[in-house]
């Protein structure tokens, strides 16, 4: 019993310990917003301001355009984050449900693109959305990410578990496969649809490399014009860039903790499959 009282206290120890270093650059970030640009560039640097310097996130905002950063990493991370749970969820009844030749080949070929390096991937789609005259618009940022090789096979995990019973009861009794999908296996699934949802908004909405090559000026999403806001400064200010990565912050913070547990249990019970 003292044994494995020991190794609890250890292992709440070492979590304690990566709890504070992963959430002190965090909350670095929102201290370095409050802080004056001599306390920015102080040497040692400033941890508490002195006065907290709240107008630095209005003079962000007269120096970039925020608002339309934000609006586009909005419906940029919404409109992709939509499609890609109808394209795996159809795509995985399809790969599990349907009786169809090489559908094992068909999805190691989905999972097979999650090995391919974002930076790779990117230099032949810009190729394409060019020919298209799509760059810097909303299809050309995000028609090439509605579809994902992790969404399939996440998705084609779950869909196993839903017993083929049901789907033949709901042919027999007349449902067409976009009904069973929709009101029948969708329901069934929904706590992994709620896990992908959040998993690739996530994702999405920090994204940086492809709204960086496919973008220019009015498409610009967060991440992106951060970074030009940075680089176009004469004198890096870091409180003003870190007003800025507030903003960005504070959206993704808020889902998380507003349903930062079904994160968790939607992966374990996905690596449980």
């Known amino acids: 019993m003292r044994t494995l009282t020991a190794k ?14 992963a959430v002190l650059p965090v909350a670095y970030v929102f201290l370095l917003a409050l802080q004056t640009n001599a306390e920015a560039a102080a040497l040692p640097p400033t941890l508490f301001p002195a006065s907290p310097q709240f107008e630095n996130f209005s003079v962000v905002a007269e120096r970039m355009p925020l ?3 934000f609006y586009n990493s909005v419906v940029f991370s919404l409109s992709t984050t939509v499609a890609v749970i109808l394209t795996s969820l159809f795509a995985g009844y399809a790969t599990t449900k349907l009786r169809m ?19 790779i991937r990117a230099i032949p789609l810009y190729t394409m959305i060019a020919r298209l005259n799509l760059v810097d618009t909303w299809a050309g940022l995000s028609l090439p990410l509605m579809a994902t090789g992790f969404g399939l096979f996440f998705m084609h995990q779950f869909l196993k578990t839903v017993p083929d019973s049901v789907v033949e009861a709901a042919r027999i009794d007349g449902c067409s496969e976009s009904r069973i999908v929709l009101q029948i296996v969708g329901p069934l699934v929904l706590p992994a649809l709620v896990t992908l949802f959040i998993y690739n908004f996530l994702f999405r909405w920090n994204g940086y490399l492809w709204p960086l090559v496919v973008t220019r000026r009015t498409w610009t999403t967060l991440p992106v014009g951060i970074s030009v806001f940075k680089t176009s400064e004469q004198l890096i200010t870091w409180n003003l860039i870190a007003a800025a990565a507030v903003v960005t912050l504070i959206p993704v913070l808020g889902l998380f903790f ?10 374990a019970m996905q690596a449980s499959k």
């Open 8 to 21: 609890r206290v250890r292992a709440y120890v070492w979590l304690t310990l990566l709890c504070i270093f």
């Open 67 to 69: 608002a339309r950063y």
């Open 101 to 119: 030749p090489g559908r094992r080949f068909i999805i190691s070929m989905f999972v097979g693109g999650i090995l391919i390096p974002p930076a």
């Open 258 to 267: 507003a349903v930062g547990g079904r994160i968790v249990k939607g992966i």
